[in-house]
């Protein structure tokens, strides 16, 4: 499996940016597709993750309410809409693969393939 992210940049308080993750290979129904985020100096987090059917979806606390995450399967590509953007929000954000029988998704221990990185900042 293959993760083409893109879509990040600088952007101020309150402000909006969309993410979109590619995928490719095989198999990929079999996988949910998720995104982390790393802030410098801090370890990488989960941010949300959703599933090919969309059945699956969840978010962290602190971006419920403020990111959506979606995707399109005619297009193999997960986009994470972010919305009310915080300075804490910025960071190097990861589209990540796991795999759907992996019990805790949330984890970067349980991410079988990582996608380049793009980075998110907000401004004060």
């Known amino acids: 499996v293959q993760l083409q992210a893109s879509g990040g940049g600088l952007v101020q308080t309150g402000g909006s940016l969309r993410l979109s993750c590619a995928a490719s290979?095989?198999?990929?129904?079999?996988?949910?597709i998720g995104w982390f985020r790393q802030a410098p100096g801090k370890e990488r987090e989960f941010v949300a993750y959703?599933?090919?059917?969309?059945?699956?979806?969840f978010y962290a606390d602190s971006v419920k309410g403020r990111f959506t995450i979606s995707r399109d399967n005619a297009k193999n590509t997960v986009y994470l809409q972010m919305n009310s953007l915080k300075p804490e929000d910025t960071a190097v954000y990861y589209c990540?693969?796991?795999?759907?029988?992996?019990?805790?998704?949330?984890?970067?221990?349980?991410?079988?393939?990582w996608g380049q990185g793009t980075l998110v900042t907000v401004s004060s």
């Open positions: 959703i599933s090919w059917s969309g059945s699956r979806l």
């Open positions: 990540a693969a796991l795999r759907s029988t992996v019990v805790i998704l949330t984890t970067p221990q349980g991410v079988a393939y």
């Open positions: 290979g095989r198999s990929l129904s079999s996988y949910v």
